[in-house]
């Protein structure tokens, strides 16, 4: 279509009549510059052809088994065999004499029965020894009843003289049967340790005469005051 336009348009302007040219304004040239024809459109390609569509394979066909007939096994009749012939009977042998019985073998006679050994006669306790009768407890005795072989000595010490400490101390001793000191307790302190200490040394350096009851000497308790008094 727009190349026919262009056609008209183009002989229209073939057929108008020349005008004389004015020299005064300079031509104006009219071109017409005619559009390229469009491009017819591109058509696509057709699709490839598809491949015929494969037969359905038909369904495999079950085999048929045909059943055998069996024939019948038919057992065979049992025929007994032939009774064996009887054997002949044989003369029976007689039976040989019986030997004489051997004579039974004597046993020998028993041995004497041994005669049971009697039990060693035990010999007769010895009677228990004596028992020495236990030694008779001490008993506490007055300080008036006692006498010394040996008379108690009282030393004062020096740095109790120089320190001026006095006191009374009372000794409590047991004696044994031999007149000897045997154990010394303090029953009354006198405050001072080395005044307690020279009252039990006195003691024990003491010798006693044996206590005796009935004529029989025995051990004793008694209790001896020992007194450190400084001189004024």
Known sequence: MLALHALAIYALIQLAPLRPAVATDAPIFAQLIVPPAPEPPRLAPPPPPLPPAAAPEPAPRRPVI???????????????PPEPPKPEKLPEPSPAPAEPAAPAATAPPAAAPEPAAQPPIAAAPSPPAPVA???????????????????????????????LEEGRVDVRVLVDAGGAPRDTVVLRSSGYPRLDEAALATVRATRFKPYTENGVAMPFWVVMPLIFELES
Not at 66 to 80: C, D, E, G, I, L
Not at 147 to 152: D, F, N, S, V, W
């Open 133 to 163: 009768p236990p030694p008779p407890a001490p008993k506490d005795v007055s300080i008036r009843a006692v006498q010394y072989l040996k008379l108690p000595v009282l030393r004062y010490p020096p740095a109790s003289r120089r320190l």
């Open 66 to 80: 045909a059943a055998r007939k069996t024939r019948k096994q038919v057992a065979p009749a049992f025929v007994a």
